[in-house]
């Protein structure tokens, strides 16, 4: 059997690995991360051209089946896979891992959003770890904003008052409150991206007590196969195989 597996998460990679060498296995990068970490086994990296164009990928490849592990936040991606998957009637499993508990957040459902309660709450020094994506609805806010992510945002999408971090998880404790107490932040903004590896942001705001703003995950299509552990994607596979 001979499966894509859409990746670039922890989570991809540990499923490329459970999966190797019994099922032939191609994962796919979407490009954006220069010096992304790799997973076992064959890799593609960058887009399929759109719907048509993965469509066209999976049947060149004779593929048997689609594991979705991608970012929750990668809903484009995740969109095309189920609508190409669902006429093909190729099996499909979408990997999500399970998500953060909001707790007291403040919930928003956009980028936009986010920058939005920022300004309502009136925070003035916000840790903000929503993806080189995500600083652009912040650019006319007049807030001093931490910036984290794995690679630089253009510019034009940076808010004026900022400072730049570039780095990448696992993150622990003693780290981020020791970031948080050093840079006086007031506020953390965040996606709700779920997982262990950056989990310690939103424990260390909590002992801190500083407040969350969380943007909530767009949902999976409709008539998705779902999972949320690595042994039940791995059963899945092996069900098929």
Known sequence: MRVL??????????????????????????????????????????????????RRWLLEERIDAVIDATHPFAATM???????????RMPH???ARPAWDPADAIVVESDSQAAEAVDRQGFSRVFLTTGRSGTRAFTDSDAWFLIRAVTEPD????PRRHRLVLSRGPYSYDGEAALMREHRIDALVTKNSGGQMTRAKLDA???????VVM?????LPP??????????????????N
Request: aromatic share 2%; hydrophobic share 50%; with cysteine.
């Open 93 to 95: 499993l979408v990997l």
């Open 5 to 54: 597996l859409l990746g670039g998460t922890a989570e991809g990679r540990a499923l490329a690995k459970a999966l190797h060498p019994d099922v032939d296995v191609v994962s796919s990068l979407a490009g954006r991360v220069p010096d992304p970490a790799l997973p076992v086994g064959p890799v593609r990296v960058g887009g399929f051209g759109g719907v048509d164009g993965l």
């Open 205 to 211: 705001a909590v002992a801190l007590g500083i407040p």
């Open 215 to 219: 943007v909530a995950r767009p949902p």
């Open 78 to 88: 995740t969109a095309h896979a189920a609508e190409v998957c669902a006429e093909l």
């Open 223 to 240: 008539g998705v196969t779902a999972v949320g552990s690595l042994e039940e994607a791995v059963e899945w596979v092996t069900r098929l």
């Open 155 to 158: 510019s034009a999408s940076l």
